[in-house]
């Protein structure tokens, strides 16, 4: 994270301000003048992304990049429910206005419940 002040005037900067937009270069001047040298440096080696490649979601969990409820349970078995200190606290209606697939909420909604069958359970 950052952790020089805004100079005054520059209160409301934003990343697209830093960067050459024609060029898709950071523009380094500005950077090293706005910013203390660590921050600097920090700034100029993040990789700009390539602007003519439109954004796309990717599930991280799988190769391909596709969101499957299979890998969510592999990861959520392996993460969560390893250290057994899963508790359910708060309303689980604020579940159902997640905006994520349903599938998923349907899934974790089971899984807070305790209704997957699980190695855990199944003892």
Not at 34 to 44: E, G, M, P, T
């Amino acid at each position: 994270y950052v952790t020089s002040t805004a100079p005054q005037g520059y209160e409301s900067l934003t990343v697209h301000d830093l960067i050459y937009r024609a060029l898709h270069k950071w523009d380094s001047h500005r950077v090293q003048t706005l910013f203390n040298h660590q921050d600097a440096q920090s700034i100029l080696s993040i990789p700009l992304l390539n602007p003519s490649r439109p954004d796309s979601l990717t599930w991280r969990l799988t190769t391909n990049g596709s969101y499957s409820v299979r890998t969510t349970y592999h990861h959520l078995m392996e993460h969560v429910i390893s250290n057994n200190t899963l508790r359910v606290q708060g309303d689980l209606m604020k579940l159902w206005s997640l905006k994520i697939p349903h599938s998923t909420q349907i899934f974790l909604w089971r899984l807070l419940r305790g209704c997957i069958p699980t190695r855990l359970n199944l003892q």
